[in-house]
């Protein structure tokens, strides 16, 4: 299994990077309504930038064990 560095928006695939670029570019009541979707399953991802821990990635929604891609472990 990988992380998803990838997602499609509006039928194009895009990286993690571009993605936080279009959510930081839109106003904040309309991020939640961007759609981003998994490049395996076509679930609704969400972008997240990079931290201590983990490189920028995306992560499902709603949690889907059949996507060959994974949501990154959380070491707390």
């Known amino acids: 299994m990988s992380i998803a560095t990838q997602c499609k928006f509006f ?5 993690v990077e571009k993605a936080l670029a279009i959510r930081d570019a839109a106003p ?3 991020r ?4 981003f979707e998994c490049i395996k399953c076509g679930n609704l991802v969400r972008p997240y930038n990079a931290g201590d821990r ?11 064990p059949q996507c060959q ?8």
């Open 54 to 64: 983990c490189a920028a990635h995306f992560v499902h929604l709603s949690r889907n």
């Open 28 to 30: 904040p009541k309309e």
């Open 11 to 15: 039928g194009h695939i895009i990286t």
């Open 32 to 35: 939640m309504s961007l759609i």
């Open 69 to 76: 891609i994974t949501d990154p472990p959380k070491n707390y």
